[in-house]
T-cell receptor, first 116, second 109 residues
Framework: GAVVSQHPSRVICKSGTSVKIECRSL??????MFWYRQFPKKSLMLMAT?????????EQGVEKDKFLINHASLTLSTLTVTSAHPEDSSFYIC????????????FGDGTRLSIL | DAKTTQPTSMDCAEGRAANLPCNHS???????VYWYRQIHSQGPQYIIH???NNETNEMASLIITEDRKSSTLILPHATLRDTAVYYC??????????FGKGTMLLVSP
């Protein structure tokens, strides 16, 4: 079945550093990928829609200069959390939908980000 | 806001069928009903989806009422590994997903 790979699975770093998270669709092409954020015991909240070859679309309240998204190919989108602070600590999840089929989104396993 | 309503939590005995309901009374004609689940500290996993006919795959069955205003996900023989939060989402297949709070299913021995 369709697989989305997300890397790294866990990151612990100091306040002020930038962290890059990669999301790859392994066996299908995805013009559009999605980035979510999830706080403990809460549901997933969409942060942004990543569009191949063009600018990402951010949800209201999400700082585009804080969360940089790049979608340079049909199989890779990256999310960079710039100058991370403890309040950015969260579970970040990506998903992708197969271009060729009107079907479900497929999700990565998530990245647990902890900022000290 | 999510366009579906689900119970907050449900319990099921191991080996029994788990029937998870979902109300989606404002569903549009071109929207599908999707079910995902999220096991603790993992990304959501796709389970099944349907438009108006009942669907079955290796994981579950989906029963959609004739008026399409509600549906039921059936796990025929629940195991401990089925303990998860189950999300019912309506989606046209072209738009973003909106996750509600889902149903926390606890399968007990």
């Amino acid at each position: 079945g369709a697989v989305v790979s997300q890397h790294p699975s866990r990151v612990i770093c100091k306040s002020g550093t930038s962290v890059k998270i990669e999301c790859r669709s392994l066996d299908f092409q995805a013009t559009t990928m999605f980035w979510y954020r999830q706080f403990p015991k809460k549901s997933l909240m969409l942060m942004a829609t990543s569009n191949e070859g063009s600018k990402a679309t951010y949800e209201q309240g999400v700082e585009k200069d804080k969360f940089l998204i790049n979608h340079a190919s049909l199989t890779l989108s990256t999310l960079t959390v710039t100058s991370a602070h403890p309040e950015d600590s969260s579970f970040y999840i990506c998903s992708a939908r197969d271009n060729s089929a009107r079907g479900p989104q497929h999700f990565g396993d998530g990245t647990r980000l902890s900022i000290l | 806001d999510a366009k579906t309503t689900q119970p907050t939590s449900m319990d099921c005995a191991e080996g029994r069928a788990a029937n998870l309901p979902c109300n989606h009374s404002t569903i549009s004609g071109n929207e599908y009903v999707y079910w995902y689940r999220q096991i603790h500290s993992q990304g959501p996993q796709y389970i099944i989806h349907g438009l108006k006919n009942n669907e079955t795959n290796e994981m579950a069955s989906l029963i959609i009422t004739e008026d399409r205003k509600s549906s039921t996900l059936i796990l025929p023989h629940a195991t401990l590994r089925d303990t998860a939060v189950y999300y019912c989402i309506v989606d046209s297949g072209y738009s973003t997903l909106t996750f509600g709070k889902g149903t926390m299913l606890l399968v007990s021995p």
